[in-house]
């Protein structure tokens, strides 16, 4: 079965709570580069959010992270343990995505829950080697990434890797897309 997850109709950074509103704000400062960084839209994380409530943002900047708890490029979250937490993980979208999308299904197969933001590149190794593996559920439209002025010029999809070895660190909410 295929699944879609639509877009908010608007973005609204004062509905937010603090720290969300704070990124909100300083994201749009910090990617102002041009260079994209393919922050995640604030309210679109803030849904999936409100369904995992993530304890670790696995890669960021201190100022993109969307979790308190977060690693940067210096403190290389890949080489950290992800187990017992809910992780979200939107990777850098180069290369390297796929050492990305291969430590989050191996830590899934522990206790780790891993939601990842991805590409919809469904004609790559690592689409076929580890996202397929998760649950996949593709985003209808383009996201309008952190300080981009322009929507994705690519698909994207979330790829849900669920722990396989966990008593504790599920999902705290039911689905509600
Ligand atoms: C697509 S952005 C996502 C940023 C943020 N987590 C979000 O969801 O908006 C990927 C981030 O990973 C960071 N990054 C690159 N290599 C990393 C590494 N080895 N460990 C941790 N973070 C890294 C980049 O600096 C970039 O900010």
Known sequence: MTTTLTLPAKRN??????????????????????TPEWSTP????????ARHDFTLD??????????????????NGLAHSWQNERVWMNPPYGRVIGDWMKKAYEESLGSALVVCLVPARTDTAWWHDYAAKG????VRGRLKFGGQKNSAPFPSAVITFKPQNAEICHSRKEPTI
């Open 13 to 34: 950074c004062d509905s937010q709570k603090s720290l969300a509103s704070a990124q909100c704000s300083v994201a749009s400062v910090h990617f102002s580069s041009a």
């Open 42 to 49: 604030q309210e679109f994380f803030d849904r999936l959010n």
């Open 58 to 75: 696995c890669c960021s900047t201190h100022a993109n992270a969307k979790c308190a708890r977060h690693y940067t490029a210096d403190e």
């Open 135 to 138: 649950e996949i559920v593709f």
